[in-house]
């Protein structure tokens, strides 16, 4: 979605911005805040569409339809065949996803990302931490249908994030910041 909404807002290619991903956290780095926001939708719609089209017409016949239509999004986010396989790192994605399979979780998921946000200012610290709790937020909240499937979602997101954790560790991520970067 960043790639085709920075053509839309004006912002150009977001891969030649700031970290060069086409994500919502980059997308705040152009400054336009309208930009990250709609970046961040459209990527947590990409995997809510494809889960209320398989409940809806396939989850009677097929119950696991949902949670498959599910991890193909995300995969397919994260591993776009057009993008020659380096798309987002799938945080807005799951989101979208959580919250669709199992608002609890995904309710719990936010929280947590919110508050580490908030206490670190570091985007990808927020969603490692989110992540790495998710099947314990499924059991927690009544989802415990969800635990595996959601441990496939966080370990994917994990993996995503693998050079920020790098960066973490040596205390070189960098933090959300509202203005542009110059």
Excluded: Q
């Amino acid at each position: 979605m960043g790639l085709v909404l920075g053509k839309i807002f004006g912002v150009g290619d977001i891969r030649k911005i700031g970290s060069g991903n086409i994500g919502a956290t980059n997308a705040l780095r152009t400054g336009n805040k309208g930009f990250a926001i709609a970046v961040l939708a459209g990527d947590a719609l990409k995997a809510v569409i494809p889960i209320v089209i398989a409940k809806i017409y396939l989850a009677e016949a097929y119950p696991h339809a949902p949670v498959i239509a599910a991890l193909a999004a995300l995969i397919g986010h994260v591993f776009p065949v057009w993008l020659r396989f380096k798309g987002g790192k799938g945080v807005a994605s799951s989101a979208g996803i959580l919250l669709t399979l199992h608002w609890p979780t995904g309710l719990c998921c936010l929280v947590m990302w919110l508050f580490c946000a908030r206490l670190s200012r570091i985007s990808s610290l927020s969603a490692i931490i989110a992540a790495v709790n998710l099947p314990v937020y499924a059991i927690a909240t009544g989802g415990r249908e969800y635990a595996l499937p959601f441990a496939v979602v966080a370990a994917l997101v994990i993996f995503t994030h693998r050079e920020n954790f790098k960066r973490l560790l040596k205390g070189e991520e960098s933090t959300i910041k509202l203005k542009k970067e110059s």
